[in-house]
């Protein structure tokens, strides 16, 4: 009988319109969404005892995103969460008293293996400072091995064993990012700490002379937010590319008291696994309203499910800013 009734009353609407039919059972759902896969047409979701069905199929929100984009394209890899720093707006409220949350080196194996056939093109490592972790040299060469792979530091530990363990790494298929806010010192150190700009300064004509690829990137928070113009030209200064020159506002979250408010409906996902399982975008990496799934593997299975989810908030908003036409 729900089949019947659906297929009355899907026929007297227009294509992307939707329609609302009750359920009595599990059955009547399972038989809804087999309809709507054989007929060509949208299973929306079920509430309480009503199943809702959109008239034919919305375009994919993915076939508009840049490829380097598309959820999944790259994977984001919190190897560990504790950091040499305790910057005032850290998004993941990383600090050196932060318990480390080490993802470890065998799930990194795993994932770099299962990255390239899940469709992954770029791994990123991040922290936390993944400088602090003594294995750092063996997880950069299993993502190395995998794909090509940026590594994301405050650069403030490139001596000793340290400037050893990043001379034995790949410039050839790895790129450093580096973070430094601001063109004077005094602004970058506010949220920092003191002395923390000279050593990313540092950090950073360390690595450019060691032969990597580096990127720079500023986070503009009201102490600095009209400075962009000379923050790139002293990058410019450091032979930075403008390409390799990324200049974001600040995020809400974390450490941060204010900044810029994300969320997973607002945010274009990027898959990112911590040791607490697969988030929605690095950015909220400790936020629990970004936690997708505790279990990250396969990986294939989990970016589907991101991506997925993605689709699902795609064709809300758009179901909340439909025409309708009266002449």
Known sequence: MVILELVERIGAVAEGDRVSVPVASATDRDAVAAWCERTGNTLLGTEDHTVTVL??????PLAALPADRVPGARLWLYTNFDCNLACDYCCVRSSPTTPRRALGLDRIRQLAAQAPPAGVSELLITGGEPFLLPDLGEIVAACTAALPTTLLTNGMLFRGRRLEMLRGMPPDRLALQISIDSATEDRHDLHRGRGSWAKAVHGVRTAVAEGFRVRVAATLTTNNLREEDELRAFLDGLGIPRTDQIVRPLAHQGFADDGVELTVETLVPEVTITADGAFWHPVGADNEEQLV??????LAATIERVRERF???HRAAEASA????CA
């Open 55 to 60: 008239r034919g199929r919305p375009p994919d």
């Open 293 to 298: 799934s505790t279990e990250v593997l396969p």
């Open 311 to 313: 689709r699902a908030h």
């Open 322 to 325: 439909r025409a309708f036409p």
